[in-house]
């Protein structure tokens, strides 16, 4: 029985490519689908909306704590937790399930990532300007909650990634929040990538109440200063309602990529990059952008001869024919102009003399130069943390990174001299904005200073 061909969204001009790339792309959408909803009545007894279900989950959790976290964890997960935090015997009978060549390689990324972030630690600095010391005191953040997902697959990649530059950071203790399998243990992956990069606790805590207890702090668990790592719908809601309580790295949408390529492009490998990301998530966006009809008509013949061979077939197709877009355009600084509007998670460009174009990328989280250089090289090895922005958010954010576990703290010693030479023009400042007490706060010490 042959497949049906999936439905991939074709165009050919600028403008229709640019509407569908900006005015009409979706925003971080909340409206859960019907048998979500339907499941969400049947646990709650009434329709709720995810901001509904968000703000009670956050409200018991402040309130009745560690007994709010076991019971929407037998609710929501339909496990029954005798202890929330995974125990050492846990982490040996962890290790014991994970294969030596997965560890092994999990290692090696994590060597890696250390390594790159490794070049990025910001140091104390001072200056001296004739009129004081002045300069930043750079300290790490004291503690940090990393979430780790592991609902349609463990992610131990993305614990690496968060958790492996907070380490290098400097940040004294680094917690770890992960749903729990239906035995009520942890994810054997997630217990081992933890291990690896070397962080102090995890507990078997997932969806928004864990980010509800990371954020507030419960008798068990430990109130962080930040919280990172990607998560579903009620993960992301709730990381934005406890923003303020806590800094948020991120907030993570959907996983996006978005292709560059020319006439000298290999259609295969267009197709598999398309499909790696699109088997992520039925909300996964994968774009292609291309001056070659002919390579576009290439790419989606193999998209639909690649795809039956997929695992996760049905999410790719998913993804592919709600969010995927093929676009031809007339020139390669259209495509580029399009691709600093979109402002994707991934540029990859796949193009002839790539490096001679990287000036013109002004927006993206993450850019991969050439056909050797896939998107899915910087999922695992290639150093750089894959937990990047998405939903446009690239336009003024950055991928997570060592600097996103540091704070800074400014420093002020003013001499005499310098009070005398700066305290007239703060005086005059201050008059202008009203603030007389803040003008006498220095005319009374440049008045000590003068002579008898």
């Known amino acids: 029985m042959n497949e049906q061909p999936v439905t991939i969204r074709v165009v050919t001009t600028f403008s229709e490519a640019y509407h569908l790339l900006t005015e009409a792309r979706q925003r971080f959408d909340t409206v859960l689908p019907p048998q979500v909803q339907k499941r969400i009545q049947e646990l709650f007894g009434k329709a709720l909306t995810a901001e509904e279900i968000v703000t009670q989950i956050i409200h018991d959790v402040r309130r009745e704590g560690d007994t709010a976290l076991v019971r929407y964890t037998h609710l929501l997960d339909g496990v029954q937790l005798e202890s929330l935090e995974v125990t050492p015997e846990e982490f040996a009978a962890a290790r014991q399930r994970v294969a030596p060549d997965i560890r092994t390689a999990l290692e090696a990324a994590a060597a890696r990532i250390r390594a790159f972030h490794a070049q990025q630690r910001s140091q104390t600095w001072l200056t001296f300007d004739g009129t004081g010391t002045f300069g930043q005191l750079v300290r790490p953040l004291e503690r940090v909650g990393v979430y780790a997902p592991a609902g349609r697959a463990p992610y131990p990649s993305s614990l690496l990634m968060s958790a492996i530059p907070a380490q290098v950071a400097g940040v004294r203790e680094i917690v770890i929040c992960t749903p729990p399998l239906p035995d009520g243990s942890a994810h054997p992956l997630i217990l081992t990538a933890a291990e690896i990069a070397g962080t102090h606790r995890v507990f078997k805590i997932g969806g928004a109440q864990a980010i509800a207890a990371l954020a507030l702090g419960t008798a068990t668990i430990p109130k962080v200063d930040k919280i990172v790592g ?153 150093g750089p943390s894959h937990v990047m922005p998405t939903g446009q958010t690239a336009r003024f954010a950055s991928p997570l990174n060592v600097e996103t576990f540091l704070k800074r703290t400014s420093i002020i010693a003013v001499h005499e001299s310098g009070l005398r030479s700066l305290g007239p023009t703060a005086i005059t400042l201050a008059r202008a904005e009203g603030l007389t007490a803040h003008a006498a706060a220095i005319e009374q010490r440049l008045e000590r200073l003068r002579p008898d």
């Open 230 to 382: 990607p998560g579903n719908i009620f993960v992301v809601l709730a990381m934005r309602a406890v923003f303020g309580i806590v800094d948020i790295g991120l907030l993570p949408g959907p996983t996006e990529t978005l292709l560059i390529a020319d006439d000298s492009a290999n259609p295969v490998l267009c197709a598999a990059d398309l499909l790696a990301q699109a088997e992520h998530d039925p909300m996964a966006s994968a774009i292609l952008l291309t001056t070659s009809v002919d390579l576009a008509q290439q790419v989606v013949a193999e998209v639909q001869r690649q795809l039956p061979r997929l695992e996760r077939a049905a999410i790719a197709r998913e993804a592919l024919e709600r969010n995927g877009l093929i676009a031809v355009v007339p020139t390669l600084d259209d495509a580029f102009t399009l691709a600093n509007a979109y402002a994707p998670e991934h540029l990859c460009l796949l193009v002839q003399d790539a490096w001679r174009y990287l000036d013109k990328v002004m927006h993206a989280g993450g850019v991969f130069l050439g056909e050797q250089s896939p998107e899915v090289i910087g999922d695992y090895v290639a």
